[in-house]
């Protein structure tokens, strides 16, 4: 079955790169996109980015010079990397593939 | 970037009532290949977002038929015929057509 999770730090320092790997299962990335979407506490989703089943990658207009997606094919891993993070990047962190399947999230607090 | 404005912000129901709830965006959703990628997604509290409808009336698999969606262009409709308790939660749109994606800020369903 399709299976996506998100793993990373919990804690990050201000002005520090953030780095989240999403691990997935039950599907093949070069026959689907993963997209990677926030949720700050208490708020609504920001949708940050995709890394298309080709590879090529579409960012958030507001993240796009701090922001990179990658990915690893053969180890069916998809890579998030921000960096300059600031106290307003504290979020819950998903992926999705499609937005009918999602990772469980993971929370990632930014400290000044 | 499209803008998603959904309406209203809070909506209070009782169980059993029929309530809706509206996803404008900036411009038309309507793709070149014919699709509208117009979604809706429900999270319920402390949970991952869930897919509810797709491509605007396209009922994800295992969601209630009390569910439906409808609309075109930029005007889109979610509707609960017949909310239950289990529904209560916050109500996103998203959309796929136009990269970069993105959500509406939400509508939160209340018990009156």
């Known amino acids: 079955q399709v299976q996506l999770k998100e793993s990373g730090p919990v804690l990050v320092q201000a002005s520090e790169t953030l780095s989240l790997t999403c691990t997935v299962s039950?599907?093949?990335?070069?026959?689907?996109?993963v997209i990677w979407v926030r949720q700050p506490p208490g708020k609504g989703l920001e949708w940050m980015g995709i890394?298309?089943?080709?590879?090529?990658?579409d960012y958030n207009s507001a993240l796009k010079s701090r922001l990179s997606i990658n990915r690893d094919t053969s180890k069916s891993q998809v890579f998030l990397k921000m960096n300059s993070l600031q106290t307003d990047d504290t979020a819950i962190y998903y992926c999705?593939?499609?937005?009918?399947?999602w990772g469980q999230g993971v929370m990632v607090t930014v400290s000044s | 970037d499209v803008v998603l404005t959904q309406t209203p912000p809070t909506l209070s129901a009782t169980i059993g009532q029929s309530v809706s709830i509206s996803c404008r965006s900036s411009?038309?959703?309507?793709?070149?290949?014919?699709?509208?990628?117009l979604h809706w997604l429900l999270q319920r509290p402390g949970q991952s977002p869930q897919l509810l409808i797709y491509?605007?009336?396209r009922l994800e698999s295992g969601v209630p038929n009390r569910f439906s969606g409808s609309g075109s262009g930029t005007d889109f409709t979610l509707k609960i015929s017949g909310v239950e308790a289990e529904d209560l939660g916050v109500y996103y749109c998203?959309?796929?057509?136009?990269?970069?994606?993105?959500f509406g800020a939400g509508t939160k369903l209340e018990l009156k």
């Open positions: 890394i298309w089943r080709n590879g090529n990658t």
């Open positions: 998203v959309q796929g057509t136009h990269a970069p994606y993105t």
């Open positions: 491509l605007v009336s």
């Open positions: 411009q038309s959703l309507l793709h070149s290949n014919g699709n509208t990628y």
């Open positions: 039950g599907f093949s990335l070069t026959n689907y996109g």
């Open positions: 999705t593939r499609d937005m009918g399947y």
